[in-house]
C-alpha cells in the first residue's frame, strides 16, 4: 500500500511535470536561430509555412480593402475589412503549430489582429477616415516590425 501510494506520487510529480513543460512550450514556443540576414529563422513544417503565408497573403488583402475603402470615405467596407482579420479570425491554428512560434511573436501576431478591430471599430463608432488611417499606419508598424525580425524556415524532415 505504501509502495503503490509512493508511486502514485512519483508518477503524479511526473506528470505535473510534463504538463508543465507542455504548458511552457506551448505558451513561450521555440527561441529560434538568428540566421545571415540577422532575422530569427522560426522552424515550421512546409504545411504550417503554407497555412500561415496564406494567413498573411489575407492580412495584406484586408490592407488593400481598408485603403480603398478609407480612399472612398466608405467606412462601412472599412470596418467589415477589418474585422475580418480581427481576433475572431484567429483560433484555426493547429496547436503544434502555436507551440512552435516565440512568444514574442504571437504578441505582435495577436496585437495585430485586436489592431484590425480596434480599427475596424473606430470606423464604425466615430466614422473619422483620418484617424482611422493614422491606426492602419499603426497597424503597418507591426507587419513591418515582424517581418524584420522573423523568417520561416522549414524544418529538416518536416512534410
Ligand atoms: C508576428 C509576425 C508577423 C506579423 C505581425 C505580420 N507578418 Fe507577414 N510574415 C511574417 C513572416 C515570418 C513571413 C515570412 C517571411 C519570410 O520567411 O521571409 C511573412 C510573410 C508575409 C507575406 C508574404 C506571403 C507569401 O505568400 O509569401 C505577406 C504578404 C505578409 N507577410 C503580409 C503581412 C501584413 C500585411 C501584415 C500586417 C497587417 C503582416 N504580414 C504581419 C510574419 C508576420
Known amino acids: ?13 511526473l506528470m505535473i511535470g510534463v504538463i508543465a513543460f507542455a504548458a511552457y512550450t506551448f505558451i513561450f514556443g521555440k527561441t529560434g536561430e538568428v540566421g545571415d540576414d540577422g532575422r530569427t529563422a522560426v522552424m515550421i513544417s512546409a504545411d504550417e509555412k503554407e497555412l500561415v503565408l496564406g494567413e498573411m497573403r489575407g492580412l495584406l488583402e484586408a490592407v488593400q480593402a481598408i485603403t480603398g475603402g ?3 470615405n466608405d467606412l462601412a467596407t472599412v470596418a467589415e475589412s477589418a474585422h475580418a482579420v480581427g481576433m475572431s479570425s484567429t483560433g484555426g491554428e493547429p496547436a503544434a ?4 512560434l516565440p512568444l514574442e511573436f504571437k504578441k505582435l501576431g495577436m496585437g495585430t489582429h485586436q489592431a484590425f478591430d480596434d480599427l475596424g471599430n ?7 477616415a483620418k484617424v482611422v488611417l493614422g491606426m ?21 524532415g518536416g512534410s
Request: aromatic share 6%; proline share 0%; with cysteine.
Open 1 to 13: 500500500m505504501k509502495t503503490t501510494c509512493k508511486l502514485c506520487w512519483g508518477t503524479n510529480v
Open 97 to 100: 503549430l502555436i507551440a512552435k
Open 122 to 128: 473606430e470606423a464604425t463608432d466615430m466614422g473619422d
Open 70 to 72: 478609407l480612399a472612398e
Open 136 to 156: 492602419l499606419g499603426d497597424v503597418l508598424q507591426n507587419c513591418t516590425a515582424c517581418h524584420a525580425s522573423y523568417r520561416f524556415d522549414v524544418e529538416q
